[in-house]
């Protein structure tokens, strides 16, 4: 069965960093695209970043581009979101997901992890 | 970027009745068009991709048809678990892929 388990999520001072994780289980993690998805309360869904299985091709949305880093680590089976500069508006629900193999929408995605941004 | 416009925002059926929900994106997309469900508190849940393809255990009251700019999600008959929120996506025009705002589907 294939798991995607977010954590590192919380409340964060403006200005502040945090770094997200997502462990994957139930499928052969290296061979995948991952994605970071987020909601903001109330709000619908909003693409973040995307990393090939080999990490040699990385995208980012306009709005975290130079303040948030994706990463992964095919031997820990996972994931990593490193949030920098943080917002009042990166606010969010984020959620991990997987890439359908060879395609670019997402065939399962994790439980989220909430980041709140506040003074 | 590939803007994403829903409609309508709110739509009321009863429990048995045809939903149409529709989508329509800025440039065209080909038939790179997915279809995700999200209920309170949960993650979303991929329905239709590339337009028109079920995801797997789907059901088959679930269909997708449209190309290019105009997409339409059909629930042929709604059952009590299909009250909830959906989205489109594009993938075509990517990066970025973008989302509809959405299309909650209430109890009438």
């Known amino acids: 069965e294939v798991q995607l388990v977010e954590s590192g999520g919380g409340l964060v001072k403006p200005g502040g960093s945090l770094r997200l994780s997502c462990a994957a289980s139930g499928f052969t993690f290296s061979t995948y695209s991952m994605n970071w998805v987020r909601q903001a309360p109330g709000r619908g869904l909003e693409w973040v970043s995307s990393i090939n299985s080999g990490s040699s091709y990385i995208y980012y949305a306009d709005s975290v581009k130079g303040r948030f880093t994706i990463s992964r680590d095919n031997a820990k089976n996972s994931l990593y979101l490193q949030m920098n500069s943080l917002r009042d508006e990166d606010t969010a629900v984020y959620y991990c997901?997987?890439?359908?193999?060879?395609?670019?929408?997402?065939?399962?995605w994790g439980q989220g992890t909430l980041v709140t941004v506040s003074s | 970027e590939t803007v994403m416009t829903q409609s309508p925002a709110t739509l009321s059926v009863s429990p048995g009745e045809r939903a149409t929900l529709s989508c329509r994106a800025s440039q065209s997309v080909s038939s790179n068009l997915a279809w995700y469900q999200q209920k309170p508190g949960q993650a979303p849940r991929l329905l239709i991709y590339g337009a028109s393809t079920r995801a797997t255990g789907i059901p088959a009251r679930f269909s997708g048809s449209g190309s290019g700019t105009d997409f339409t999600l059909t629930i042929s008959s709604l059952q009590s678990e299909d009250f909830a929120v959906y989205y489109c996506q594009q993938y075509n025009n990517w990066p970025p892929s973008t989302f509809g705002q959405g299309t909650k589907v209430e109890i009438k």
């Open positions: 997901a997987r890439d359908t193999y060879g395609d670019y929408h997402q065939d399962y």
